[in-house]
């Protein structure tokens, strides 16, 4: 037992978290503000290019000078082969838009950021006279279409760091159709756990977003569009009652919708669709925005664009005031010997106080898709009641981890009593890059907030064994033995490469071997504990069954279901680095008659 007491502070660790929590919280004691512009557009230009002059689109309006970022997002930009062929490089499409925004932008700006993902675009650009404030951070991508191989649809972020804030953009064009609500708000969160693993100063995310409106008849919601009957309408758009209801983009904003749905127009013209399909209206673009305290965004303009009709959407624009900070670092240096100070002053007050039953949870191995918990209590040692909150963090920056999960997060104790917290880690496919990058290491912090008392500090330490789920196929087919078994030496220097990795092989082999289900029927049922073990047996970490090697034609020997067996080869198939299917044969795995089993194998096979 031991009691991590703010009035008797013994640990440099504990309180240089303490300092760094501190020196977050008063911030703007050392860090000067000023104010930026920044202009946020996103429009689905249903593969065309405009005929009509587009300098409404990025000019502000006359009472606002221009910004000194702008941030392009396009979807559809190119449904052509090229653009699934080329994944990187520029397109002749891609290079039209690109002279097109450069002309726009008429020599004052700097391309900093160009990204695209098949039809998605981001394009970033900065002010020449801000050329000495900003850096790029990096670039990301996430694909989520076909099992998410294929970048139909997906997201891409830019990071940018202006001065000492750090502003993430974020451009997505999440699925299609009124039903598919549930499968947007999963894009948002794998976006969301994908680009934004560091703490955020500014978030801006615009898109395609595809939320459509329930249950209003489409004449009716012609008529109140008609009528300018708007807010009407905005009660039933999905993407509002996700955001009040707690569902999606939770602590985002967005500023006031006062224009008309911005979906599905006849191109050209201002008529609603008036095909067969006769989509019912909805305001499918959207830009929202994060914030911390430290940085506030003011939306300055929010708008669409009626005058540019070449596409069945219209373009929307959001223009904004940001703050961005620079820290003086005397004046922080003055913050931190207060932080000291007062730390020693809090001795001679009455504070709550509790008592930590450890102040580090050892996890050991927590393997893929493993469900792993550990306990610690908490106790009420003063003589007040104590309300804790508690926040899970990364040791290094302050990132709070979806796949940590505690329970209680808050709790009011009486005195004399306590509660005990249950921590548990589950590490999923999202999680595989960013553990490879950290080389399998957990290492996270528990912050544990007393209402007017001290912050307490329980260490979150583990280690994530590599596994051959998620790696390259380059390298899954240089593996004699299983992962566990050879180093990454070893396997770079293997002589003996397969043409598929073993490991699916002796998947796809038991599963033939195994009693035929309906493929249907197999992937009804969660099969997460089962899916878990065979992972393990397949990297060689489980004793109790043979693992796959190459040398006798060994078999894995497990005990599994067919179904369980079938979703193993699944997961390993989504988390594949790169596309496993080529654009070429898209169009026949999309056919509805193909069986999931054939695509499969073929998909496979064709390695």
């Not at 007062?342 to 007050?349: P, W």
Request: aromatic share 10%; with cysteine.
């Amino acid at each position: 037992m031991s009691q991590l007491d703010g009035n008797k502070m013994s640990q440099p660790v504990q309180t240089k978290l303490e300092l760094a929590y501190y020196l977050n919280e008063h911030q703007k004691e050392y860090t000067t503000y000023s104010s930026i512009n920044i202009m946020c557009i996103t429009f689905n230009v249903n593969s065309r290019l405009p005929k009509e002059s587009l300098r409404e689109l990025f000019l502000p309006p006359p009472e606002y000078p221009l910004p000194e970022i702008y941030a392009v997002s396009l979807q559809e930009m190119d449904l052509g082969t090229e653009a699934f062929l080329r994944s990187s490089g520029i397109t002749v499409r891609e290079q039209e838009w690109l002279s097109l925004i450069d002309r726009y932008m008429n020599g004052g700006f700097v391309r900093t950021s160009r990204q695209r993902l098949f039809g998605i675009t981001l394009f970033i650009y900065t002010a020449n006279h801000c050329q000495g404030d900003i850096s790029l951070v990096r670039e990301q991508y996430l694909a989520t279409g076909l099992m998410g191989l294929i970048g139909n649809k997906g997201g891409l972020a830019a990071t940018l760091r202006f001065r000492d804030s750090q502003i993430t953009f974020v451009g997505s064009h999440f699925p299609a159709y009124d039903e598919n609500v549930a499968e947007r708000n999963q894009n948002f969160r794998d976006m969301a756990n994908t680009f934004l693993q560091d703490r955020q100063d500014v978030v801006f995310w615009l898109g395609d977003l595809n939320y459509r409106l329930t249950n209003i008849p489409n004449d009716h919601v012609r008529w109140k569009v008609k009528n300018g009957r708007l807010s009407d309408l905005l009660a039933a758009d999905q993407l509002s009652v996700g955001r009040r209801e707690g569902e999606v983009f939770v602590d985002y904003e967005e500023a006031p919708i006062t224009f008309p749905p911005t979906y599905k127009f006849d191109s050209g013209t201002d008529q609603y669709d008036s095909s067969g399909k006769g989509r019912v209206p909805a305001w499918t673009d959207r830009v929202l925005y994060f914030h911390c305290p430290a940085n506030p965004v003011q939306c300055l303009v929010y708008q669409s664009l009626p005058n540019i009709r070449f596409s069945d959407h219209r373009p929307v624009r959001g223009l904004f005031s940001v703050q961005v900070g620079t820290v003086d670092q005397r004046k922080k240096e003055k913050t931190t010997k207060y932080f000291y100070e007062e730390n020693s002053r809090k001795e001679m007050h009455l504070q709550p106080k509790v008592l930590i039953s450890s102040n580090e949870l050892r996890f050991g191995e927590v393997f893929f898709m493993e469900i792993v918990e550990r306990t610690f209590s908490v106790s009420n040692v003063g003589s007040t009641e104590a309300l804790f909150d508690i926040e899970v963090a990364d040791s290094e920056n302050g990132l709070r981890k979806t796949w940590v999960t505690v329970e209680p997060r808050s709790h009011l104790l009486h005195r004399g009593t306590s509660v005990t917290v249950h921590v548990s880690i589950h590490i999923t496919s999202l999680e595989l890059e960013y553990f490879r990058e950290k080389k399998g290491k957990i290492d996270h912090m528990l912050i544990i907030k007393v209402n007017g008392g001290s912050h307490y500090f329980v260490s979150v330490e583990g280690f994530f064994p590599p596994t051959s789920v998620g790696q390259e196929l380059k390298y899954t087919c240089s593996l004699v033995e299983p992962i566990a078994c050879q180093t990454r030496s070893e396997v770079d220097g293997c002589q003996r490469e397969l043409p598929v990795p073993k490991e699916l092989y002796f998947l796809i082999d038991c599963f033939l071997r195994q009693r035929q289900e309906d493929i249907h029927t197999c992937l009804e049922e969660d099969r997460q504990s089962e899916i878990c073990h065979i992972v393990k047996c397949m990297d060689g970490y489980c004793q109790c069954c043979t693992p796959a090697t190459l040398e006798g034609d060994h078999l894995l020997i497990f005990v599994a279901s067919a179904p369980a067996t079938l979703q193993t080869i699944l997961v390993i198939l989504s988390c594949l680095p790169e596309s496993l299917v080529s654009p070429d044969l898209m169009e026949y795995f999309e056919n509805p008659s193909v069986s999931s089993v054939v695509k499969v194998w073929l998909g496979v096979k064709g390695r």
